[in-house]
């Protein structure tokens, strides 16, 4: 039985199979788009999302399967006060897969406890997203051409941002990884991020709350939004959400190959002007993020191509 609830879940050698076989779906879609007939994945998402659930349910389609599921809690019986574990351990019963996205932090690891199908952590509250990070290191592959030997920037809400904490874990892995942490005081990145991974394998890194000054050594500058919903107080949000706005400006003394990428959805952390820019890799994010999910399915379905 495999689980994906962490990126630690995978060794580097799974993520470099994962990476290989999205390049692949990429150039030969044909060769996928019955792979999975009669299978079916079911998305259960306790928490909105656009991207990681359609494209989820776009992974599953292309690869010749099908999708049940539901989008909101309040369309499912855990309005009717059903615990998750229940919810979850039926619809093993209907799906080969489940895709689990929930705002409590480690539900989907407890529902993987009891349930006899693949399950696949969709982020959970303020702490993992390794979906999402796969997506991030298929697109920085992509760019790069690896996965080591770079300076990464993160900025805006890197305390709640769960796809930060997710890539700062996976990178760490990889030789020569260095990192400018850029938020706000109040946001800045979790003390279990720092102690269990940072320090504990000695990666350099600075904390800032100055955008400009290290902008020219970023290889990569991972922007984020801040995470209004895991605020306890309005205020703070409001007085916070607009901490770092990225601009044209703003990118007139950064790398000419940086790459500029965020989960998305995007409130206000990136000016629209910066979309046509070539260093922009946002949009590429989502794309890869229906190739590297299908890699996925595959690989958890234990499906050999
Ligand atoms: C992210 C998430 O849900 O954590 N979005 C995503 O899955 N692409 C980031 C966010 O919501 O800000």
Redesign the pocket.
């Known amino acids: 039985m495999k689980h994906l609830m962490d990126i630690t879940d995978l060794t580097t050698s799974q993520i470099d199979d994962l990476i290989n076989t999205a390049n692949d779906i990429i150039v030969n879609p044909e060769k996928y788009q019955d792979i999975c007939k009669r299978k079916k994945l079911a998305t259960l998402f306790f928490e909105p ?1 656009t ?2 659930r359609l494209s989820f349910e776009a992974a599953m389609v292309e690869l010749g399967g099908s999708v049940i599921g539901f989008s909101t809690s309040d369309s499912s019986s855990s309005s009717k006060g059903e615990s998750v574990t229940d919810t979850v351990q039926t619809v093993s019963f209907y799906a080969d897969i489940i895709a689990m ?1 929930h705002p409590k932090e480690g539900a989907p690891l407890a529902a993987s406890r009891r349930t006899t199908v693949p399950i696949i952590n ?2 959970d509250g303020g702490h993992s ?1 390794p979906t ?1 990070t796969l997506a991030d290191l298929l697109t920085i592959h992509r760019e790069k051409g690896r996965l080591s030997n770079m300076t990464v920037g993160f900025c805006g809400d890197l305390k709640f ?3 930060v904490h997710s890539l700062i874990n996976a990178l760490s892995r990889y030789d020569g990884i260095e990192y400018v942490f850029i938020s706000p005081k109040e946001l800045v990145i979790p003390d279990y991020v720092k102690a269990n991974i940072l320090d504990k394998n000695n990666i350099k890194y600075i904390e800032t709350n100055k955008m400009d000054e290290y902008m020219p050594s970023l290889d990569i500058l991972y922007m ?2 801040v ?1 209004r919903e895991r605020f306890f107080n309005e205020a703070d949000y409001i007085r916070l959400k607009d901490s770092y706005i990225l601009t044209i400006d703003k990118l007139a003394k950064a790398k000419k190959d940086l790459s500029i990428m965020h ?3 995007r409130v206000n952390e990136i000016s629209v002007k910066v979309d046509d820019d070539p260093r922009a890799c946002y949009f590429k994010q989502v794309q890869n ?1 229906k190739y590297i999910r299908m890699a996925l399915i595959l690989m958890l379905l234990d499906i050999l191509v």
């Open positions: 999302s991207r990681t996205r969709a982020g997203h999402q941002g769960r796809t984020t939004r995470q989960p998305l959805p993020g």
